[in-house]
């Protein structure tokens, strides 16, 4: 019976290092069109995409539950293909769900 208890004890202290694995984000690089429907954490760099000719069509679109999407201090830039700001169009980011946390994001607009 000790034997067994052991084994017990043994296998329960070893599922919380299991569990921290299992809930670390998958790291992505962005892409134009992108639908995010888990935690991820963003490859870092510098990212510039242009907006589509819609509202309703972000460039990166987010939706679900209780997801966190880490930018990972990610630049988002407004545009590839101008530097005006008053010449930009489109949406970047929307957010659709509930307990959604979207943290470490820097945009920039020239």
Not at 35 to 57: C, E, P, Q
Not at 60 to 89: C, M, R, Y
Request: aromatic fraction near 6%.
């Amino acid at each position: 019976m000790k034997l067994i208890k052991d084994g017990i004890i043994l296998l329960l202290i070893g599922l919380p290092s299991l569990a921290i694995k299992a809930a670390e984000p998958t790291t992505v690089e962005l892409k134009r069109g992108m639908v995010i429907t888990k935690s991820i954490l963003v490859k870092k760099g510098n990212y510039a995409f242009d907006g589509y000719d819609s509202l309703n069509r972000p460039v990166i679109l987010i939706k679900g539950d209780n997801i966190i999407v880490d930018f990972n201090d990610a630049v988002l830039k407004g545009s590839i293909t101008t530097q005006i700001p008053s010449e930009f169009f489109g949406l970047a980011i929307m957010i659709r769900g509930n307990n959604i946390t979207l943290k470490n994001a820097n945009t920039i607009l020239i």
